[in-house]
C-alpha cells in the first residue's frame, strides 16, 4: 500500500510540471500578448498609442524577455508560492484571487453533494424498478437535462428566478452583500443565489450519474449472491442496502476524479454567463486579455484539483475495494 | 482664432468677483459628522475662492442625497468615473465649445502660447493645495524627467516634435510657449482620456528618486515588489485608471474600495471646486456605486431594475427588452443620438498585397459600384425597425459642417447603374453561377473580415450578401479577433473588413481632422500609407494615390491654419473626397444608443448625444450636477 502511495504521489508531481509547461505554453499560443490586447482596446477607443511608450511598457512588464526565461522565472516562482503578478489588475496574483478560490471551491462542492443527494434515490430506484412508469419517467428527465445546454438553462431559470422571487440577477449575492462582512443575511443571499448555479451545473453531472448507478446495480442484482440472500431470507430492502449497493458504490468513487475537473470546466462557462464571483470568470477574462500569470495560475489551480481527486478516488477505492489492491499486488 | 468660448469670461462666472451676491454656502449632509468632529474644516474653507458656479437654462438646482448605481463588464471599467466626472483642466460645454473647469480662465496668443491661470485656494482631495507646482513636476520630474519617460513627453505636448518652453509664472499661473500653433493641446486636455499636464506632486515626491532617499525608497520598492522606483513611480501615478486609493483627485467622486472587487464604491470629493447656485457644493449625489457584472448580462441586469443610470453594455437591440422592464422597476429607457460616422462601414484595402485585388480596391468606380450595390433602406427596416439613418460614412446632421449631399452620393441603392460601372471596368466575364470573374480567372468573391465582436454586423452582412449577389459579386463574412483583423490589414491579406464609421461625426472645424487622412496604422482602408505617415516615412508604403495625397496635405494645413474659415474650408474639402472616392463605403448610422435612467433622476437630458471624444459619454452633462426627487 506504501509503495502504492508513492508511487502516485510521483506521477502526481511528473504530470504536475508536465501540465504547467502545457498551459504557459498555450497561453502563449495566441499571437500578441497582454500588451497587444490592450492597445488594441486603447486604439478601439479612439487613442493613440506612442509605439516608444508600447516598448517601454513591454520592459516595464517583462515581456520582453524570452519565452523559456519567462516560463523559468514563473515556474520557479509558483514553487516559493509566488503566483506572478497580475498585469490587468496592477496587483500580485494572490491578492486577485482572493475569496474567490472559496466561493468556488463552495459552489463545487456543493455542486457535487447535489450530484450525489440527487442521483443516488434516483439511480437505487430505477434499478430496482427497471422498465417502469417511473424508471421511464426519470429517465427521461434525466436525458433532458443531459441535452439542455448549460448556459441557456442558466438564462432562464435567472430570469425567472428574478420575476417570481426578486432574485437580482447574476451574481452569488445581492449588490449590497459585496465586500461586507459575513453576517447571518449574507449567508441567507448566498445560499438564496446559489441554487440557481448547483442546478444548473449539476443537472447534467445528475444525469450521467443516474445512468451509471443503474447500470451497476442492474449487474449486481443479477448476480446469484442476491438468490443466495434472498432465499435464506433476507428482506428486500436489508438485502439491497448490505450487498449490491455496496458493490454499485465503485462508480460513486472513482467518479470523484473524474467528475472534480467535468464541474469545475462546466462551471467556467456558467459562472461567465451568471456573472458568479468565482474564479471561472476571471480566468476567461485572463485568457482573452492574454493576463499569462493570473491565467496561468488559474489553469494550475484547475490541473492540481485534477489531479488531486484522481489521487483521493483512487485512494478510497484501494482502501474500500480489495480487490484493486490485491490485483495490484499480483501484477507485480 | 479658436473657437473656444468664454476662455476669458473665467473670472466673472465666479461670482464672487463680479460682486454678484452669493448664497450662503451649504453643509452637504453627509458631512456634517466629520466637520463637526474636526476631521474636514468647514466647507468655506474646502471649496476654492473662486468656485466654478453651475448655472444653465437646461440644469434645475437640486439637493443632496443618494447613491448612483452602474455596471461595468470588467473591474478596470472603475476607469469610467474619471470619464463620467469629466473634472478637466478645460472641457467641452453641451455646444461643444472648450472653456475652462478646474482652471480659472485660459490665455490663448497666436495659438501657440498658452496661459492657464488655476483657481486660487483650489485644494486635492486630501486637503493639499493645487498649485503651480503640480504643473512644474509634471514636466519637469516626470514628462521630461529621463528615468520616467526616457521616450519623452507625450505626442499631444510636441509640435513638429518639439516640446513648449515651460514656465512658472505664480504659484497658480502657469505657461506654456510652442514655436508654432498647437490645436492638439486644448482638445487633448479637454478628452474623455485626458492629457494629464499635472499630478499631485506632494504625493507623487514620495516615490520619485530626486526627492527620496535611495535606502528609503527601495524599501518601498521592496515592498511593493517592482522592479525599480521608476515602475513603482509608474504604478501608482495613473490618475486615469482611478484604481490607487492613495492617489488624490480633483474629480467629483473618489475610489472608496482597494481593488480587487467586484462592487467599487466612490465617495464625494469634499474639495470639488463646483458650486450651484443655491451654495450646495456638487456632486449633489454623495456616492456613486460600480458593480462589475459579465458584460453579457448588463441588459438583463438593468432590465430589471439593478442600475439607475447606464448605456454602456446596452445596445440598440436590447431596446424592446429593456422597455418592458420599465413599469416593474421605475426607470425610463431613453434614446440617445450617438456620434459615430457610421455604425459600421466596409473598408475596402488599398494596401492589398495581392495585386489584382489591390487593382481593383483602387478603382474608384469599383467602390462606388459596391456601395450602389447596397439596399440602406433594406438594411435600417430589417435590423433597426427603420430608427436609424441612412447614409455614407460622412459626419452627422447635428456637426457644423454637414452638407446633405455627402451622406447620399454614391449610396443610394441602384443596381442597374452598379451592375453599368462594373460591367465598364470590365468584369463582364461571369461564372456559371452568374459571380463575376477576375481578370485572372477567379471568381469574384469579396471575404469581409469582422472583429467578430458584433453580433448585428452579421446581420447586417447577410443583407448585403443578398444584394451584391444581384450585382454578380458573392461576399463572404469571415470572423476573427480584434487584433488579429488589425494584423491582417496591416500585412496586407485583408481584401475587406468591416468596423465603425468616422469616429468623431459631430465634428467643428476645431476638431482635428487627422483620421480622413492616411495617418495611423489603425486604419484599415490604407494601414501601410498610415504606417508611413507615423515613422515620418521610415516603415509602410508611400501614398500614391492623388486623392490620398490631398487628404495627407490639407490635414498638414489644418494644424497650421490661423482662421476658422481656413479650417472649414479644409475640414469640407475633406468631406468631400471621401463622399466623392469612397475610400470606405458607409452601411448605416445614427443607430440610437438606449440609456436607462431612474425616474427620480433630474438633470439627465431626454435626448443627448451618447460619444466617447469629445463628450465623455455622460462626463459632457456633468453627473456632478444630477440629483434625485425625493418621493
Same mark, same amino acid.
Given at each position: 500500500?506504501?509503495?502504492?502511495?508513492?508511487?502516485?504521489?510521483?506521477?502526481?508531481?511528473?504530470?504536475?510540471?508536465?501540465?504547467?509547461?502545457?498551459?504557459?505554453?498555450?497561453?502563449?499560443?495566441?499571437?500578441?500578448?497582454?500588451?497587444?490586447?490592450?492597445?488594441?482596446?486603447?486604439?478601439?477607443?479612439?487613442?493613440?498609442?506612442?509605439?516608444?511608450?508600447?516598448?517601454?511598457?513591454?520592459?516595464?512588464?517583462?515581456?520582453?524577455?524570452?519565452?523559456?526565461?519567462?516560463?523559468?522565472?514563473?515556474?520557479?516562482?509558483?514553487?516559493?508560492?509566488?503566483?506572478?503578478?497580475?498585469?490587468?489588475?496592477?496587483?500580485?496574483?494572490?491578492?486577485?484571487?482572493?475569496?474567490?478560490?472559496?466561493?468556488?471551491?463552495?459552489?463545487?462542492?456543493?455542486?457535487?453533494?447535489?450530484?450525489?443527494?440527487?442521483?443516488?434515490?434516483?439511480?437505487?430506484?430505477?434499478?430496482?424498478?427497471?422498465?417502469?412508469?417511473?424508471?421511464?419517467?426519470?429517465?427521461?428527465?434525466?436525458?433532458?437535462?443531459?441535452?439542455?445546454?448549460?448556459?441557456?438553462?442558466?438564462?432562464?431559470?435567472?430570469?425567472? $428566478?428574478?420575476?417570481?422571487?426578486?432574485?437580482?440577477?447574476?451574481?452569488?449575492?445581492?449588490?449590497?452583500?459585496?465586500?461586507?462582512?459575513?453576517?447571518?443575511?449574507?449567508?441567507?443571499?448566498?445560499?438564496?443565489?446559489?441554487?440557481?448555479?448547483?442546478?444548473?451545473?449539476?443537472?447534467?453531472?445528475?444525469?450521467?450519474?443516474?445512468?451509471?448507478?443503474?447500470?451497476?446495480?442492474?449487474?449486481?442484482?443479477?448476480?446469484?449472491?442476491?438468490?443466495?440472500?434472498?432465499?435464506?431470507?433476507?428482506?428486500?430492502?436489508?438485502?439491497?442496502?448490505?450487498?449490491?449497493?455496496?458493490? $454499485?458504490?465503485?462508480?460513486?468513487?472513482?467518479?470523484?476524479?473524474?467528475?472534480?475537473?467535468?464541474?469545475?470546466?462546466?462551471?467556467?462557462?456558467?459562472?461567465?454567463?451568471?456573472?458568479?464571483?468565482?474564479?471561472?470568470?476571471?480566468?476567461?477574462? $485572463?485568457?482573452?486579455?492574454?493576463?499569462?500569470?493570473?491565467?496561468?495560475?488559474?489553469?494550475?489551480?484547475?490541473?492540481?484539483?485534477?489531479?488531486?481527486?484522481?489521487?483521493?478516488?483512487?485512494?478510497?477505492?484501494?482502501?474500500?475495494?480489495?480487490?484493486?489492491?490485491?490485483?495490484?499486488?499480483?501484477?507485480? | 482664432?479658436?473657437?473656444?468660448?468664454?476662455?476669458?469670461?473665467?473670472?466673472?462666472? !465666479?461670482?464672487?468677483?463680479?460682486?454678484?451676491?452669493? !448664497?450662503?454656502?451649504?453643509?452637504?449632509?453627509?458631512?456634517?459628522?466629520?466637520?463637526?468632529?474636526?476631521?474636514?474644516?468647514?466647507?468655506?474653507?474646502?471649496?476654492?475662492?473662486?468656485?466654478?458656479?453651475?448655472?444653465?437654462?437646461?440644469?434645475?438646482?437640486?439637493?443632496?442625497?443618494?447613491?448612483?448605481?452602474?455596471?461595468?463588464?470588467?473591474?478596470?471599467?472603475?476607469?469610467?468615473?474619471?470619464?463620467?466626472?469629466?473634472?478637466?483642466?478645460?472641457?467641452?460645454?453641451?455646444?461643444?465649445?472648450?472653456?475652462?473647469?478646474?482652471?480659472?480662465?485660459?490665455?490663448?496668443?497666436?495659438?501657440?502660447?498658452?496661459?492657464?491661470?488655476?483657481?486660487?485656494?483650489?485644494?486635492?482631495?486630501?486637503?493639499?493645495?493645487?498649485?503651480?507646482?503640480?504643473?512644474?513636476?509634471?514636466?519637469?520630474?516626470?514628462?521630461?524627467?529621463?528615468?520616467?519617460?526616457?521616450?519623452?513627453?507625450?505626442?499631444?505636448?510636441?509640435?513638429?516634435?518639439?516640446?513648449?518652453?515651460?514656465?512658472?509664472?505664480?504659484?497658480?499661473?502657469?505657461?506654456?510657449?510652442?514655436?508654432?500653433?498647437?490645436?492638439?493641446?486644448?482638445?487633448?486636455?479637454?478628452?474623455?482620456?485626458?492629457?494629464?499636464?499635472?499630478?499631485?506632486?506632494?504625493?507623487?515626491?514620495?516615490?520619485?528618486?530626486?526627492?527620496?532617499?535611495?535606502?528609503?525608497?527601495?524599501?518601498?520598492?521592496?515592498?511593493?515588489?517592482?522592479?525599480?522606483?521608476?515602475?513603482?513611480?509608474?504604478?501608482?501615478?495613473?490618475?486615469?485608471?482611478?484604481?490607487?486609493?492613495?492617489?488624490?483627485?480633483?474629480?467629483?467622486?473618489?475610489?472608496?474600495?482597494?481593488?480587487?472587487?467586484?462592487?467599487?464604491?466612490?465617495?464625494?470629493?469634499?474639495?470639488?471646486?463646483?458650486?450651484?447656485?443655491?451654495?450646495?457644493?456638487?456632486?449633489?449625489?454623495?456616492?456613486?456605486?460600480?458593480?462589475?457584472?459579465?458584460?453579457?448580462?448588463?441588459?438583463?441586469?438593468?432590465?430589471? #431594475?439593478?442600475?439607475?443610470?447606464?448605456?454602456?453594455?446596452?445596445?440598440?437591440?436590447?431596446?424592446?427588452?429593456?422597455?418592458? #422592464?420599465?413599469?416593474?422597476?421605475?426607470?425610463?429607457?431613453?434614446?440617445?443620438?450617438?456620434?459615430?460616422?457610421?455604425?459600421?462601414?466596409?473598408?475596402?484595402?488599398?494596401?492589398?498585397?495581392?495585386?489584382?485585388?489591390?487593382?481593383?480596391?483602387?478603382?474608384?468606380?469599383?467602390?462606388?459600384?459596391?456601395?450602389?450595390?447596397?439596399?440602406?433602406?433594406?438594411?435600417?427596416?430589417?435590423?433597426?425597425?427603420?430608427?436609424?439613418?441612412?447614409?455614407?460614412?460622412?459626419?452627422?446632421?447635428?456637426?457644423?459642417?454637414?452638407?446633405?449631399?455627402?451622406?447620399?452620393?454614391?449610396?443610394?441603392?441602384?443596381?442597374?447603374?452598379?451592375?453599368?460601372?462594373?460591367?465598364?471596368?470590365?468584369?463582364?466575364?461571369?461564372?456559371?453561377?452568374?459571380?463575376?470573374?477576375?481578370?485572372?480567372?477567379?471568381?469574384?468573391?469579396?471575404?469581409?473580415?469582422?472583429?467578430?465582436?458584433?453580433?448585428?454586423?452579421?446581420?447586417?452582412?447577410?443583407?448585403?450578401?443578398?444584394?451584391?449577389?444581384?450585382?454578380?459579386?458573392?461576399?463572404?463574412?469571415?470572423?476573427?479577433?480584434?487584433?488579429?483583423?488589425?494584423?491582417?490589414?496591416?500585412?496586407?491579406?485583408?481584401?475587406?473588413?468591416?468596423?465603425?464609421?468616422?469616429?468623431?461625426?459631430?465634428?467643428?472645424?476645431?476638431?482635428?481632422?487627422?483620421?480622413?487622412?492616411?495617418?495611423?496604422?489603425?486604419?484599415?482602408?490604407?494601414?501601410?500609407?498610415?504606417?508611413?505617415?507615423?515613422?515620418?516615412?521610415?516603415?509602410?508604403?508611400?501614398?500614391?494615390?492623388?486623392?490620398?495625397?490631398?487628404?495627407?496635405?490639407?490635414?498638414?494645413?489644418?494644424?497650421?491654419?490661423?482662421? !476658422?474659415?481656413?479650417?472649414?474650408?479644409?475640414?469640407?474639402?475633406?468631406?468631400?473626397?471621401?463622399?466623392?472616392?469612397?475610400?470606405?463605403?458607409?452601411?448605416?448610422?445614427?443607430?440610437?444608443?438606449?440609456?436607462?435612467?431612474?425616474?427620480?433622476?433630474?438633470?439627465?437630458?431626454?435626448?443627448?448625444?451618447?460619444?466617447?471624444?469629445?463628450?465623455?459619454?455622460?462626463?459632457?452633462?456633468?453627473?456632478?450636477?444630477?440629483?434625485?426627487?425625493?418621493?
Amino acid at each position: 500500500m506504501l509503495t502504492y502511495l508513492f508511487r502516485r504521489l510521483a506521477t502526481m508531481v511528473v504530470s504536475m510540471l508536465v501540465i504547467s509547461f502545457l498551459i504557459f505554453i498555450i497561453i502563449q499560443l495566441p499571437p500578441g500578448d497582454y500588451l497587444t490586447t490592450y492597445i488594441e482596446e486603447l486604439k478601439a477607443q479612439g487613442e493613440v498609442v506612442d509605439p516608444k511608450k508600447v516598448e517601454f511598457l513591454r520592459a516595464q512588464y517583462g515581456l520582453d524577455k524570452s519565452m523559456s526565461e519567462q516560463y523559468f522565472v514563473w515556474v520557479s516562482g509558483l514553487l516559493q508560492g509566488d503566483f506572478g503578478y497580475s498585469f490587468e489588475f496592477n496587483l500580485p496574483v494572490s491578492e486577485v484571487v482572493g475569496d474567490r478560490l472559496w466561493l468556488s471551491m463552495v459552489l463545487n462542492f456543493s455542486t457535487v453533494i447535489f450530484v450525489y443527494l440527487v442521483a443516488f434515490p434516483i439511480g437505487v430506484y430505477s434499478a430496482t424498478h427497471q422498465y417502469s412508469w417511473g424508471d421511464h419517467g426519470l429517465t427521461f428527465i434525466g436525458f433532458i437535462g443531459l441535452a439542455t445546454p448549460n448556459f441557456l438553462l442558466a438564462l432562464i431559470l435567472l430570469y425567472f $428566478a428574478n420575476v417570481w422571487f426578486g432574485t437580482s440577477i447574476g451574481g452569488l449575492m445581492e449588490p449590497r452583500f459585496v465586500d461586507q462582512p459575513w453576517t447571518y443575511d449574507k449567508v441567507m443571499s448566498v445560499l438564496a443565489h446559489l441554487w440557481v448555479p448547483v442546478v444548473v451545473i449539476g443537472t447534467s453531472g445528475t444525469a450521467g450519474m443516474i445512468r451509471r448507478l443503474r447500470a451497476n446495480l442492474l449487474d449486481e442484482l443479477q448476480k446469484q449472491y442476491v438468490v443466495t440472500a434472498r432465499a435464506k431470507g433476507l428482506s428486500e430492502g436489508r438485502l439491497l442496502i448490505k450487498y449490491p449497493m455496496r458493490m $454499485a458504490l465503485n462508480p460513486f468513487i472513482a467518479d470523484i476524479g473524474s467528475l472534480l475537473p467535468q464541474v469545475v470546466s462546466g462551471s467556467v462557462i456558467v459562472s461567465a454567463v451568471m456573472s458568479l464571483p468565482t474564479t471561472g470568470p476571471m480566468l476567461l477574462s $485572463a485568457l482573452q486579455s492574454q493576463d499569462m500569470y493570473l491565467a496561468g495560475s488559474f489553469l494550475i489551480f484547475l490541473a492540481m484539483l485534477t489531479v488531486v481527486g484522481m489521487f483521493v478516488s483512487d485512494v478510497l477505492l484501494a482502501l474500500l475495494d480489495p480487490r484493486i489492491r490485491l490485483e495490484g499486488g499480483l501484477r507485480k | 482664432m479658436m473657437r473656444v468660448r468664454g476662455l476669458f469670461l473665467g473670472v466673472c462666472i !465666479a461670482g464672487f468677483a463680479c460682486g454678484v451676491s452669493a !448664497a450662503p454656502l451649504i453643509e452637504p449632509p453627509s458631512l456634517v459628522e466629520q466637520v463637526k468632529a474636526g476631521k474636514l474644516p468647514p466647507i468655506e474653507r474646502r471649496i476654492p475662492l473662486e468656485p466654478s458656479r453651475v448655472e444653465g437654462d437646461n440644469l434645475k438646482p437640486g439637493q443632496y442625497g443618494g447613491s448612483l448605481r452602474m455596471l461595468m463588464g470588467r473591474a478596470k471599467d472603475i476607469r469610467m468615473m474619471i470619464v463620467y466626472g469629466y473634472a478637466r483642466l478645460v472641457g467641452y460645454d453641451r455646444h461643444y465649445d472648450i472653456v475652462p473647469d478646474l482652471l480659472k480662465s485660459v490665455k490663448v496668443e497666436d495659438g501657440r502660447i498658452f496661459t492657464l491661470t488655476l483657481r486660487k485656494a483650489h485644494k486635492w482631495s486630501d486637503g493639499h493645495p493645487f498649485t503651480s507646482e503640480d504643473f512644474r513636476y509634471y514636466w519637469e520630474d516626470v514628462a521630461t524627467d529621463g528615468v520616467i519617460s526616457p521616450y519623452g513627453p507625450p505626442k499631444a505636448l510636441l509640435v513638429d516634435g518639439k516640446p513648449p518652453v515651460f514656465d512658472v509664472i505664480d504659484e497658480t499661473t502657469v505657461r506654456y510657449t510652442w514655436p508654432k500653433p498647437n490645436p492638439f493641446f486644448l482638445p487633448a486636455l479637454a478628452g474623455a482620456s485626458p492629457l494629464y499636464i499635472y499630478r499631485p506632486a506632494h504625493y507623487l515626491k514620495k516615490f520619485h528618486g530626486r526627492y527620496m532617499p535611495a535606502d528609503e525608497l527601495n524599501a518601498k520598492v521592496k515592498k511593493a515588489r517592482k522592479r525599480d522606483w521608476r515602475a513603482l513611480h509608474f504604478s501608482v501615478d495613473r490618475q486615469y485608471r482611478n484604481d490607487n486609493l492613495d492617489l488624490p483627485t480633483l474629480q467629483p467622486w473618489k475610489t472608496a474600495t482597494r481593488p480587487p472587487s467586484d462592487r467599487y464604491i466612490f465617495k464625494r470629493n469634499p474639495y470639488y471646486h463646483r458650486i450651484d447656485v443655491n451654495g450646495r457644493q456638487l456632486p449633489y449625489i454623495d456616492e456613486s456605486i460600480i458593480n462589475i457584472s459579465s458584460s453579457k448580462l448588463i441588459a438583463a441586469k438593468a432590465g430589471s #431594475g439593478e442600475v439607475d443610470l447606464q448605456a454602456r453594455g446596452l445596445q440598440f437591440k436590447n431596446y424592446t427588452f429593456l422597455k418592458r #422592464g420599465e413599469k416593474r422597476n421605475n426607470f425610463t429607457v431613453r434614446r440617445w443620438l450617438t456620434a459615430k460616422g457610421s455604425q459600421m462601414a466596409l473598408y475596402p484595402n488599398l494596401n492589398a498585397t495581392d495585386s489584382v485585388w489591390r487593382k481593383l480596391m483602387r478603382n474608384v468606380n469599383f467602390r462606388r459600384a459596391l456601395s450602389m450595390a447596397i439596399n440602406r433602406h433594406e438594411i435600417n427596416e430589417v435590423v433597426y425597425f427603420g430608427l436609424a439613418l441612412e447614409s455614407n460614412n460622412t459626419v452627422l446632421p447635428n456637426s457644423p459642417l454637414f452638407e446633405p449631399s455627402w451622406q447620399k452620393r454614391w449610396a443610394e441603392f441602384d443596381l442597374k447603374k452598379a451592375n453599368q460601372l462594373l460591367d465598364d471596368i470590365g468584369l463582364t466575364e461571369r461564372d456559371g453561377q452568374g459571380i463575376r470573374l477576375l481578370p485572372d480567372g477567379r471568381p469574384l468573391e469579396i471575404i469581409v473580415e469582422t472583429a467578430g465582436e458584433d453580433s448585428d454586423q452579421a446581420d447586417v452582412l447577410q443583407l448585403v450578401t443578398d444584394s451584391w449577389r444581384k450585382a454578380g459579386i458573392k461576399l463572404f463574412t469571415k470572423p476573427t479577433r480584434r487584433e488579429v483583423l488589425r494584423r491582417r490589414s496591416i500585412a496586407g491579406s485583408t481584401v475587406m473588413s468591416i468596423w465603425f464609421g468616422l469616429e468623431n461625426g459631430v465634428a467643428s472645424n476645431t476638431s482635428s481632422p487627422e483620421e480622413l487622412a492616411p495617418t495611423r496604422d489603425g486604419q484599415l482602408n490604407w494601414p501601410k500609407w498610415g504606417i508611413n505617415f507615423q515613422t515620418s516615412g521610415q516603415g509602410g508604403e508611400v501614398v500614391d494615390i492623388a486623392e490620398a495625397k490631398r487628404l495627407l496635405e490639407l490635414n498638414a494645413a489644418w494644424s497650421v491654419a490661423t482662421t !476658422a474659415e481656413q479650417r472649414t474650408l479644409i475640414w469640407k474639402e475633406m468631406l468631400e473626397i471621401h463622399a466623392d472616392q469612397m475610400f470606405s463605403i458607409g452601411l448605416i448610422s445614427g443607430v440610437l444608443q438606449p440609456v436607462v435612467v431612474n425616474n427620480a433622476l433630474r438633470n439627465v437630458p431626454l435626448r443627448g448625444v451618447y460619444n466617447w471624444d469629445p463628450g465623455a459619454h455622460f462626463g459632457l452633462y456633468r453627473p456632478d450636477t444630477f440629483w434625485y426627487e425625493k418621493p
